[in-house]
């Protein structure tokens, strides 16, 4: 196997005219895949957090732009010795923090042609095969999931941006002069809201934010025991503000809370949306994928009677960031908030094709499809299914270590393939503050370790540790590892420690980790 060095020494041209001479470009890129196939190989070698401290990479840059050019061998190695060691491994299989996002084999394969094909998937004409292949992979994704032929698809940069465009639609269903007249002192006017629990994602919030409705807007509906939206509350709160005069807008179902994977109850909610007339919106970035297994279907009950559905293949896809999928079973309305045709971009095809740019806000539009098609060809659906299937069952088999062990405890129920847990020692038992400090001090000494990397929510004033199983290359070696390093480090914290806060600085004489 060759060094991790950038194995390639091929020359800058001498001239300042035209692009990298194709000989470069194919020794170059030879080396490029080379380097890429190891990093695959050799993903444990590199620490999953960064450990840069705040600074530190931009301190070895540069602060101007360089006046003469360098070869791809001086670049890379720049690359390796400065920007290597601030990089979180996001493609390790030890990452199991927030949700994960896998850049597999073919999807990396796929960024490299896009670069190079450079589309532009503003309008068809301007690439018919991005346009029509987006529509066609987005229809192999909605058929997956068992969705009506009715819901058009349209693909984003992923769940943030998705949520905003299906409330901008939904906005336009409640609200169409906004288009045109804004929202700012409109007297004439009733306030829109906006129902959701504290639990759905905080794009929630910047898409209010955006979209002019402000964070008031959101009426943060109360959930049960497990975390999920309570149908009643919901019904509740929209009659409470219909009394005062305020015009519901959507709801936001979430199948797959970012905290805990909780799954609101599409069906009740899908109810009150159709009889009050309100817009209903699921975001189902992390979970949707899923709902492709047929033993997990359950997760999207209901979700079929949504007006507008996001998944995010950059997260449970195997897709490389960023590609979301917004489906709409009523796009005409997202395009009646959005359509705009200048005369430099009218063309004859207007009326009988798809132009992209009309349901999205940017104009210029990557050729995303292109990933997305590969990755499912190269999986194929059985393959994809397979993939999901073993992270919930590592996730589940890692929920029982945590069950059965007295020093630890779940804190959600694990439905798909994220644990909530903490450490909870006889010592500190229901000492909330002590239990705390522990917590993110273990999550701190485990991060620490290299190998692993996890994150931590809060959940009824409790700090709580995640584990998220989804990246591809994670198998049940690094679950295990995961699982060592937690026991380990709470086996020193408990004989070397009798306060957590002395646990913030441990003797690294007496603590392997
Ligand atoms: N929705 C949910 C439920 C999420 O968990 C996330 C991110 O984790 C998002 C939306 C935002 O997705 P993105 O990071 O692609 O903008």
Redesign the pocket.
């Known amino acids: 196997m060759k060094s991790s060095t950038f194995d390639c020494d091929a020359k800058q041209p001498d001239d300042l005219l035209g692009d990298m001479d194709p000989l470069v470009f194919r020794e170059t890129g030879h080396a490029l895949v080379d380097w890429i196939a190891q990093y695959f190989q050799e993903g444990d070698r590199y620490p999953v957090l960064a450990t840069v401290a705040p600074g530190e990479i931009r301190s070895q840059l540069p602060a101007t732009a360089p006046e003469q050019g360098a070869s791809m061998a001086q670049v890379f190695s720049d690359f390796e010795r400065v920007l290597m060691p601030g990089l979180t491994h996001w493609n390790q299989p030890g990452f199991m923090a927030?949700?994960c996002s896998t850049g597999s084999g073919p999807g990396v394969l796929a960024e490299f042609l896009t670069a190079a094909l450079n589309q532009q998937a503003m309008l068809w004409r301007t690439s018919p095969a991005a346009t029509e292949l987006e529509e066609v992979v987005l229809g192999w994704v909605r058929g997956l999931l068992k969705l009506p032929v009715a819901f058009e698809g349209v693909i984003t940069?992923?769940?943030?941006?998705?949520?905003l465009l299906a409330l901008l639609a939904a906005r336009e269903n409640a609200a169409s002069s906004i288009r045109k007249r804004g929202l700012t002192d409109r007297h004439d006017f009733p306030l829109l809201s906006v129902y959701c629990t504290e639990h759905?994602?905080?794009?929630?919030d910047k898409a209010a934010i955006v979209l002019g409705l402000g964070q008031d807007a959101l009426r943060r509906i109360p959930v049960d025991d497990n975390f999920r939206m309570r149908a009643d509350a919901l019904q509740e709160a929209i009659r409470a503000d219909r009394r005062a005069g305020v015009k519901p807008m959507a709801v936001i179902a979430?199948v797959?809370?970012?905290s805990t994977a909780s799954i609101d109850p599409a069906p009740a909610i899908a109810e009150i949306c159709e009889r009050e007339g309100i817009w209903l919106h699921v975001?189902?970035?992390?979970?949707g994928a899923a709902a492709m297994i047929q033993e997990y279907e359950w997760i999207f009950d209901g979700v079929a009677r949504a007006d507008s559905i996001?998944i995010?293949p950059?997260?449970w896809l195997f897709t490389p960031?960023?590609l979301?999928a917004l489906y709409c079973r009523r796009m005409d309305v997202l395009r009646k908030a959005l359509a705009l045709t200048p005369e430099y971009l009218d063309n004859k095809q207007s009326g009988t094709v798809t132009n992209f740019r009309d349901i999205g806000i940017q104009l210029g539009r990557r050729f995303r499809a292109l990933k997305l098609w590969m990755v499912l060809r190269y999986f194929g659906a059985e393959g994809i299914r397979a993939r999901i299937s073993e992270h919930i069952r590592l996730a589940q088999q890692f929920a029982e270590w945590i069950d059965a062990d007295p020093d630890f405890e779940l804190l959600a129920p694990v439905s798909l393939s994220l644990v909530c847990f903490r450490a909870a020692p006889n010592r500190l038992k229901n000492n909330v503050d002590g239990l705390n400090a522990l917590n993110e001090a273990l999550l701190d000494r485990v991060n620490a370790s290299g190998e692993i990397f996890l994150s931590h929510t809060r959940l009824n004033g409790c700090y709580a540790l995640r584990l998220a199983v989804g990246h591809i290359r994670t198998s049940e070696v690094h679950v295990t590892r995961a699982w060592q390093l937690l026991r380990e480090v709470l086996n020193c914290s408990n004989r070397e420690y009798q306060e957590p806060s002395n646990f913030l600085t441990p003797d690294p004489s007496t603590c392997s980790i």
Do not use: E, Q
């Open positions: 927030y949700f940069d992923g769940g943030s941006m998705s949520n759905a994602h905080s794009s929630i979430v797959g809370t970012t975001d189902a970035a992390y979970a996001v995010n950059h997260k960031l960023d979301g």
